[in-house]
């Protein structure tokens, strides 16, 4: 066991698979008690049993981090489990490419829906986390956008990507806001990452298109992704805030 983390405590949203799932073992590995908020009980108590097979701690927390009655109750689960938050990981998102398209062709359901899980989740877990974060003398917050924020696409997800793109101006806000609370806030901009949320669309001809635009030639793992996490978790990144990790193969760079 590491200790990158030793001590901190981790609330990790839509940490029951994917790239939460792969944050939520890497935490743990590094020394965090990890509160695995899923609104899907039966993964978020797998990726617990995952953490409990590498000899960490973790709690499964269900509920929709759209609602603010269900982040008020994982979050009060999770530090009454474990007595703090130091970490308050924004990792659950959802890509439904057939009902969220072109604003020309979306119902008004689905894009309140994608808003909700996509970016006012973020409104509820700082609402009720951060006064943890100030009551434990500081902590990390951590944004999950996407590419998708930086450049259009011609296969339009329009929710998606505007929710992603305000992700960008809420970090920046919440870093100025609590910086003197030795709060920091960034956040990551993955590429395409091999995990259930692309499955779906990943057939090989679309795999094939895609790792062509790729500088580094192929899709990101979960792991990759998550060591940035853990970067921004981290100490190591104490002088960090307000920023954009794009991690992306070098997709934006060409
Ligand atoms: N996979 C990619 O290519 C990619 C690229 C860029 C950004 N992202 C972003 O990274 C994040 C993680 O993506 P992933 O690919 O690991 O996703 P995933 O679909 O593999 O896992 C997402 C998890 O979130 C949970 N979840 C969904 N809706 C929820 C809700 N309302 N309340 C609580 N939990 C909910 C799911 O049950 C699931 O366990 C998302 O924000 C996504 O937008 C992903």
Known sequence: MAHRLKDKVALITGAGMGMGRECAVLFAEEGARVVVADIDAKVAAETVAAVEAKGGQAIAVAGDVALEPDVERMVAEGVKKFGALHIL???AGVLWKDRD???LETDEKWWDRVMGINLKSVFWVTKHGIPHLKRAGG???IL?????ALAGF???QDAYTAAKGALISLTKSLAIQFARDNIRCNVIHPGIVDTPLQAPYLTPE???EFERGIPLGRIARPREIANVALFLASDESSFMT???LVVDGGFTAG
């Open 206 to 208: 679309i795999r094939t």
């Open 242 to 244: 307000g920023a954009e």
């Open 101 to 103: 398209r072109s604003v």
């Open 89 to 91: 990981h924004n990792n």
């Open 144 to 148: 999950m956008g996407s590419v998708s």
């Open 154 to 156: 011609t296969r339009a």
């Open 139 to 141: 902590g990390s917050v």
